[in-house]
């Protein structure tokens, strides 16, 4: 037997080899096409999360600068409160005639006052004073309902003022809220309308 007898069953051993791989190969195709599908849609979710954990590490990284100040703040609202009263005790006849000495007493509270307020602001810090508002539950606490003909619902008086620390609240508002209904007057005031009204007092004797 001659060499190129030799050689050409082998060369077609090696086509019919090929066309087996190929055939298997077409075959698969559908397969490795759905395992790439698969392993691109595991790849977007890993760095869809990764962005959502660098965004959410981010955001709390600047909420926890921004209410670093939370405790201090709280604490230093009772000094606001007394300040304020302080102020609020001061009759203005005894600011009107106050001495030289009293003068610089109550401007130098004032000033206090006002510089405490300031830097509360610089840190966020903003005064909640929500009278002809409505009633928030968030920002407002209600100790009392008043008979008024403000509508219902409605902030008519303010007991003590409410902060806020950013968007947060630091300190409620305590607030005295509309019923809605109107007051009823007393016997003296229904007597003296009574009284006031035109022809009431006219003499009918002669």
């Not at 790849?43 to 959502?52: G, I, K, L, P, S």
């Not at 703040?73 to 606001?80: F, G, Q, S």
């Not at 300040?83 to 000033?111: C, F, K, M, N, Y």
């Not at 902060?163 to 305590?174: D, I, K, P, S």
């Given at each position: ?87 609020a005790a001061i009759p203005a ?27 509360l602001d610089r840190h966020g ?82």
């Amino acid at each position: 037997m001659s060499e190129q007898e030799n050689e050409q069953p082998e060369t077609e051993t090696l086509e019919a080899d090929e066309e087996t791989l190929d055939a298997r190969a077409e075959d698969q195709e559908p397969d490795l096409r759905e395992e790439l599908g698969k392993v691109r849609e595991q790849m977007f979710r890993v760095a869809a999360e990764a962005e959502n954990t660098r965004k959410r590490a981010a955001r709390e990284i600047a909420d926890a600068r921004k209410y670093a100040v939370t405790g201090l703040a709280r604490d230093l609202l009772d000094v606001a409160d007394n300040l304020s009263r302080a102020l609020a005790a001061i009759p203005a006849e005894a600011r009107d005639h106050a001495s030289e000495a009293l003068g610089g007493l109550i401007s130098g509270v004032e000033l206090t006052d006002k510089n405490l307020h300031a830097a509360l602001d610089r840190h966020g810090v903003r005064k909640i004073d929500p009278k002809g508002e409505k009633f928030d539950p968030n920002h407002h606490q209600a100790v009392v309902q008043l008979p008024s003909t403000a509508p219902a619902g409605e902030v008519v008086e303010v007991i003590q003022p409410g902060y806020l620390l950013g968007e947060r609240t630091l300190r409620a508002a305590m607030v005295a809220v509309s019923s809605g209904q109107a007051p009823v007057p007393t016997e003296q005031e229904a007597a003296s309308e009574s009284d006031a009204t035109p022809g009431s007092n006219v003499d009918t004797t002669a």
